[in-house]
């Protein structure tokens, strides 16, 4: 004998089929329902005057594409500029902190503008 954990209401743990109203092995194996297939109704003339052109769609596609990694490459390039700048703005304000007094400081600031550079 099986015992079977009742699925749905009227179904007992010795008989599982009793809410079907016929025997579980046949209702088990019966074969899945065939699923219809949707078939067009466009006549044949109608069809060729909405088929896709994939090769359109496809350079419309790459066009979009570059569009968009080029706007993504000009923010990063326009990032990492202003991070560059915010780095060389650190270190020559970096460098004229450092001085000790104001003749240093002037000393420092004719050192920049001769060179360019924020360090002796």
């Known amino acids: 004998m099986r015992l079977y954990a009742p699925l749905y209401e009227g179904d007992s743990i ?47 596609a790459r066009r979009h ?3 968009v990694i080029g706007r993504m490459l000009k923010t990063l390039f326009k990032a990492v500029g202003e991070w560059f700048e915010r780095n ?18 002037e000393q420092r600031q004719r050192h920049f503008e001769r060179t360019g550079m924020a360090h002796y």
Request: cysteine-free; aromatic content about 10%; hydrophobic content about 45%.
């Open 88 to 105: 060389e703005y650190f270190e020559r304000d970096r460098f004229f902190a450092a001085s000790e007094n104001l003749s240093d400081l």
């Open 14 to 60: 010795l008989r599982p089929d009793a809410a079907f109203g016929e025997p579980a092995v046949k209702v088990f194996r019966s074969p899945a329902p065939a699923t219809d297939f949707v078939r067009s109704n466009i006549q044949s003339d109608a069809a060729n005057e909405t088929a896709l052109d994939i090769h359109a769609i496809e350079q419309l």
């Open 65 to 67: 594409r570059s569009i």
